[in-house]
């Protein structure tokens, strides 16, 4: 008798400092989803769970009915020095299973991560078909045979990444997920949200973005109608208020924008919904986004990246530092939480961060409860800037063991220096947010004389600090532990 069981790991991730929780495994489910179409039995593990011994029981028991083990690993987060370790445990156990490696970080570097014993296949791209291919390749004894999107331990690459329209393929199975343990309380969103991921890649070609490696700047998504249905069994199956898209780009096709919402607004359910997007997606649908905020639309994440059109320009964003502002002036209008991330440190660019502190109180300014998120450049390779940071003197990892150490979250090019770091980190954690504090802030400070006189006066001196960004000495940041119990505004 064929073996007929696959197991899909999803390692656990760092970004704890970053996020406060985990989410749903969408990686993984959307692979199992056409092998599930298949008949075969699909194991999901996900390392977040903190369930190892668990799980390792669950590959002694099941390795024998195997087929190969699919990994899912992005860039970062010390996700790839679990995918190894876990490799080479089941290659302990049993040293021909085939192993296989998708995801961010595959897809663009899979020659690298080959160099690796432990890995026998990279799928790239979108993982669907190719995956599903491989495996019945494998079960039919004809793993040999070239696969468009899939590279061998020999360094064949086959083809370019394949991308179809994901409307072909079947509903994320989610039964084979513990959905109870996904369901996450959120400020914005409601006490039951669950994650949910309807189109891939971005149309944009952003220099630092590694969608742009992955995907070539092509976009596809399920229709409005799909993600209607699979929402409101979702809603009517483990009782949801709210759902988190984790697209990259959920508003680069309006009319889908529009059915969706529209959908929402008849349909017998309503639920709160937080999306991402471009400035130009919310500026194309600046005339409609009454009825969306309407329809549940309680939160936004957008990049503007700089306030320097310089900065915009050489990476490419596609908008203008005008186009930023009239987005975050739409937003304010219409009551719709937001939180605008930035990065510094470009390489290739003078002076970014000054303009963009600048351009961020100028934001702030606007509606003090948008939120502001700072990132420092971080050099993907494949994108368009990677070749620029190496001319700078970045040197990027090379090995497997050494991507596996990579954090993204952490200044780590040569021409950002420490006291330019910690500017940033202080500006963003601490000093914004003090000169433009959010409703719960003031009303906290509001209830004490002394406390609305004492923040009076240290508002003063903290818009002189931002103002010729000074951040030493931050005494301002003992008095706000005080009175709040927090380090800084989260």
Same mark, same amino acid.
């Given at each position: 008798m064929k073996r007929n069981t696959v197991i899909l790991y999803h390692p656990k991730v760092d970004f704890e400092p970053y996020y406060p929780c985990y989410w749903a495994p969408l990686s993984i489910l959307s692979v199992?989803?056409?092998?599930?179409?298949?008949?075969?039995?699909?194991?999901?593990?996900?390392?977040?769970?903190?369930?190892?011994?668990?799980?390792?029981?669950?590959?002694?028991?099941?390795?024998?009915?195997?087929?190969?083990?699919?990994?899912?690993?992005?860039?970062?987060?010390?996700?790839?020095?679990?995918?190894?370790?876990?490799?080479?445990?089941?290659?302990?156990?049993?040293?021909?299973?085939?192993?296989?490696?998708?995801?961010?970080?595959?897809?663009?570097?899979?020659?690298?991560?080959?160099?690796?014993?432990?890995?026998?296949?990279?799928?790239?791209?979108?993982?669907?078909?190719?995956?599903?291919?491989?495996?019945?390749?494998i079960k039919n004894g004809c793993e040999d045979q070239n696969i468009p999107g899939v590279t061998t331990s020999r360094g064949e690459i086959n083809g370019s990444p394949i991308f179809l329209d994901k409307n072909q393929f079947p509903p994320y199975p989610w039964e084979l997920l513990e959905i109870e343990r996904y369901i996450r309380q959120d400020k914005y969103l409601g006490k039951r949200v669950m994650n949910y991921v309807s189109s891939q890649g971005c149309p944009y070609k952003c220099g630092y973005c590694n969608e742009v490696a992955s995907f070539n700047c092509r976009w596809k998504s399920f229709? #409005?109608?799909?993600?209607?249905?699979? =929402?409101?069994? &979702?809603?009517?199956?483990? /009782? *949801?208020?709210?759902?988190?898209?984790?697209?990259?780009?959920?508003?680069?096709?309006?009319?889908?924008?529009?059915?969706?919402?529209?959908?929402?607004?008849?349909?017998?359910?309503?639920?709160?919904?937080? #999306?991402?997007?471009?400035?130009?997606? =919310?500026?194309? &649908?600046?005339?409609?986004? /009454? *009825?969306?905020?309407?329809?549940?639309?309680?939160?936004?994440?957008i990049g503007m990246e700089s306030g320097s059109q310089a900065s915009l320009d050489y990476i490419s964003k596609g908008c203008t530092v005008e186009d930023n502002v009239i987005t975050a002036e739409i937003c304010a209008r219409h009551k719709i939480p937001a939180t605008f991330t930035f990065i510094v440190g470009i390489p290739g660019v003078e002076d970014d961060i000054v303009p963009t502190l600048e351009f961020i109180l100028k934001i702030k300014r606007i509606w003090n409860e948008f939120d502001v998120k700072i990132h420092f450049y971080a050099p993907m390779p494949g994108t368009p800037l990677f070749g620029k940071a190496i001319e700078l003197g970045y040197k990027p990892p090379g090995t497997p063991e050494e991507w596996s150490r990579y954090d993204y979250y952490i200044a780590q090019t040569p021409w950002l220096n420490k006291g330019q770091e910690k500017k940033v980190r202080m500006f963003d954690d601490f000093y914004c947010n003090f000169l433009f504090p959010p409703q719960w802030f003031i009303d906290l400070i509001s209830r004490n004389i002394f406390s609305r006189t004492t923040y009076s006066l240290l508002r003063k001196l903290v818009g002189l600090r931002c103002k010729f960004h000074f951040y030493c000495f931050p005494y301002e940041m003992n008095w706000f532990r005080k009175i709040t119990g927090k380090k800084v505004f989260d």
């Open positions: 199992a989803s056409p092998l599930v179409a298949q008949n075969k039995n699909v194991i999901l593990l996900d390392g977040n769970l903190g369930d190892d011994e668990k799980d390792k029981s669950i590959i002694r028991e099941n390795l024998d009915n195997c087929i190969c083990i699919g990994v899912s690993t992005m860039i970062g987060g010390r996700q790839l020095e679990r995918a190894l370790n876990f490799a080479a445990f089941v290659k302990k156990l049993s040293p021909r299973m085939p192993i296989v490696f998708g995801g961010p970080l595959p897809t663009i570097i899979p020659e690298t991560l080959l160099l690796s014993p432990l890995v026998d296949f990279v799928v790239r791209g979108q993982g669907e078909k190719p995956f599903s291919d491989l495996v019945n390749a229709s #409005a109608h799909r993600m209607l249905n699979e =929402i409101q069994e &979702l809603k009517k199956g483990y /009782g *949801l208020d709210g759902v988190k898209f984790y697209d990259s780009n959920f508003f680069v096709n309006p009319r889908r924008v529009l059915e969706f919402s529209e959908g929402l607004l008849r349909g017998d359910f309503r639920l709160s919904w937080g #999306a991402s997007s471009h400035p130009k997606g =919310i500026i194309k &649908l600046a005339d409609n986004l /009454g *009825l969306i905020r309407s329809s549940g639309l309680n939160r936004l994440l």
